[in-house]
């Protein structure tokens, strides 16, 4: 079917309106008709060279950061303020009430804001801190750092730097700036949690073990604390004290559903699936409501691992169809391959498993998809060894094989 018949089928179960002019950009509101899931999805477009252009969808914002910095840069404040306003309306609010567990740009910028061109600027990119331009939003944001006066925008300006840190993968500036988001807001949940994740990824093992050992003094069975202590335990290869940190959140009766596919994925790696593991990641499925590939393909990695292929394949399935992906990822062909190995097919378990690629990041690799594969390849290749060895036994005038 072509794309564009595609669209206006689709198009066909929502009623839409729109906001804006060809010359500040639009917003087109979809909602969804009586009876129809999905509800309703806001798209945001430009006019470029005579046709629309779809520059962001509502739930994924942070690019409308750059179309708002070029219309300061043509001296458009009007359509600027709209396209921030706009974004406002879209960015997701924080879960509890730490300023800092939700995206920066709600510290910069209120709906209706009569702030001048340079706040503009400012949030504009804390938005874009959050895209895959988030190199674009540095220079703003430390001159914006360089001329607070408070520490309420020292704060936001550091929250913003420290995000788009983490967007552009660069551990070293990372914990820097978490560190001095954490002495501003030292009670802050988010900003300990921030801290911390940068400390794993930078390597920094000793620093991130006291952080979370003064935190638990005062705060005894802290789930925040132990999640990043369990983090330095995976990273560095204990996983049985992975495991047991794991198991202490699970029994505060608090764990989330990455909790539960954490500790159940760990059994990949510490010599047995269990019935626990299994159920333990059947909880995690249960509470994101079957919506976490993640969960998903864990679930699957289990299933394969004790022999439930038929469940194993349905589930890498679905968890393809989630991702939006016709052809099996890199991670998704370790469960075909366990899956082909379980029916003895042995040729096609290797070339499985050979199609797994690393981690992007070499700190996930102890536990990541690629190690399991490797792992299997090891075994199949000592098998064969050992095939080999017992045939040339059998040969006639072949001496006994050695051990």
Request: aromatic letters at 6%.
């Amino acid at each position: 079917m072509p794309g564009e018949v595609a669209l206006d089928l689709a198009l066909g179960f929502f009623q839409a309106s729109t906001e804006g002019d060809d010359v500040g950009g639009y917003r087109l509101r979809l909602q969804g008709m009586t009876g129809v899931p999905g509800t309703a999805m806001d798209l945001f477009l430009v006019r470029e060279e005579g046709k629309y252009r779809i520059l962001a969808v509502g739930t994924s914002p942070w690019d409308m950061g750059g179309e708002a910095l070029r219309r300061l840069d043509a001296g458009d404040e009007a359509a600027a303020r709209r396209w921030l306003d706009w974004a406002r309306e879209e960015v997701p609010r924080p879960p509890d009430d730490d300023p800092l567990s939700g995206p920066p740009f709600l510290l910069f910028w209120k709906k209706g804001s009569t702030a001048g061109p340079d706040e503009m600027r400012r949030a504009a990119a804390s938005l874009l801190a959050l895209s895959n331009m988030a190199d674009r939003a540095l220079p703003i944001l430390q001159d914006g750092l360089a001329k607070a006066t408070t520490d309420e925008e020292r704060l936001r300006c550091r929250f913003a730097l420290a995000s788009a840190y983490q967007k552009l993968g660069r551990p070293d500036d990372m914990v820097r700036a978490g560190r001095l988001v954490l002495a501003l807001r030292p009670d802050s949940d988010a900003a300990f949690s921030y801290l911390g994740r940068a400390l794993v990824r930078a390597k920094g093992w000793d620093e991130c073990r006291r952080l979370a050992g003064d935190r638990l003094k005062r705060l005894p069975d802290d789930l925040y604390a132990i999640r990043i202590l369990a983090s330095v335990a995976g990273r560095t290869g204990d996983f049985e004290a992975e495991e047991k940190l794991y198991g202490r959140v699970v029994a505060t009766g608090k764990a989330e559903a990455t909790d539960l596919n954490n500790l159940a994925w760990l059994a990949l790696f510490r010599g047995g699936v269990t019935d626990k593991a299994i159920d333990q990641v059947q909880r995690a499925v249960v509470l994101t409501r079957q919506g976490n590939a993640p969960s998903l393909h864990t679930l699957a990695a289990l299933y394969a691992e004790v022999g439930k292929t038929a469940e194993a394949r349905e589930l890498i399935l679905k968890e393809m169809q989630m991702n939006g992906s016709d052809e099996p990822q890199p991670n998704d062909w370790y469960v075909f391959g366990r899956i082909a190995e379980q029916y003895g097919v042995r040729d096609a378990a290797i070339s499985d498993y050979m199609k797994v690629t690393p981690p992007e990041s070499d700190e996930d690799i102890l536990q990541s998809t690629y190690a399991l594969a490797q792992k299997r390849l090891a075994a199949l290749k000592k098998d064969a060894g050992a095939r080999r060895t017992a045939a040339e036994s059998l040969l006639p005038g072949a001496g006994p094989a050695l051990e």
